[in-house]
């Protein structure tokens, strides 16, 4: 079991820039964390994620280059620093963990952190 506790969501103006924040606890290795966002009425979409060894790491293109995914000095905690924010990155965040056992899977979800981007 991973439990993940996100933080650090808010209101900002375009432009601005927000660091989310994602705490992992619990005895399941971890093979990558990954950042995800649900805007109102839409699916939810990958953003961002990293390997938990090795650091390797990968965006979606519509954030690439604004939006930086990296560990913390806390080992157990995951960053997304958000820069250059626009209104539609306005959505809840969510991170989410795939575990080694299941690589290719987010097995564990946390509850998601609320970004509002204003023009």
């Known amino acids: 079991q991973v439990q993940l506790v996100e933080s650090g969501g808010g209101l900002v103006e375009a432009g601005g820039s927000l660091r989310l924040s994602c705490a992992a606890s619990?005895?399941?290795?971890?093979?990558?964390v990954g950042w995800f966002r649900q805007a109102p009425g839409k699916e939810r979409t990958f953003v961002a994620s990293?390997?938990?060894?090795?650091?390797?790491?990968d965006y979606a293109a519509s954030v690439k280059g604004r939006f930086t995914i990296f560990r913390g000095n806390a080992k157990n905690t995951v960053y997304l620093q958000m820069n250059d924010v626009k209104p539609e990155d306005t959505a809840v965040y969510y991170c989410a963990v795939a575990p080694e056992v299941r690589r290719n899977q987010y097995d564990y979800w946390g509850h998601g952190t609320q970004v509002t981007v204003s023009s």
């Open positions: 990293i390997r938990w060894t090795g650091g390797n790491t």
């Open positions: 619990g005895p399941t290795l971890i093979y990558s």
